[in-house]
């Protein structure tokens, strides 16, 4: 019966160290998850930041190409006034030449 005893005692024993062990991994296991999950909100704070600088580089982007769109257009209006005014000079040009030739003859 004593040896019974002791023998129960030593798993007893045992049993606890085993509890305590268990006990501290899954405190480890706790912080290891804890750490992942930080680790993981601040991967998806930088991806937000990420998106939101490329919406806003896009958006930026895009009112370029508007200004460029605007510009090329002003550019062809003038360049079709500066045709449109030389025409007219050259008709003017060509219609007093006419009239000199007219006045000579």
């Known amino acids: ?11 007893c024993s045992t049993l606890r160290r085993q509890a305590e062990d268990a006990s501290q991994e899954q405190q480890a296991a706790q912080q290891e998850v804890s750490l992942a999950r930080r680790a993981l909100q601040q991967v998806v704070a930088e991806q937000q930041e990420a998106r939101a600088e490329a919406s806003s580089l896009a958006d930026a982007r895009a009112a370029e190409q ?40």
Request: proline share 0%; no cysteine; hydrophobic share 35%.
């Open 1 to 11: 019966l004593l040896e019974e005893q002791q023998q129960l005692r030593l798993q």
């Open 66 to 105: 508007r200004r460029l769109t605007d510009l090329r257009s002003t550019m062809d209006t003038v360049a079709a006034a500066v045709a449109q005014r030389q025409h007219t000079q050259d008709s003017m040009a060509q219609k007093l030449r006419d009239a000199e030739q007219q006045l000579k003859a």
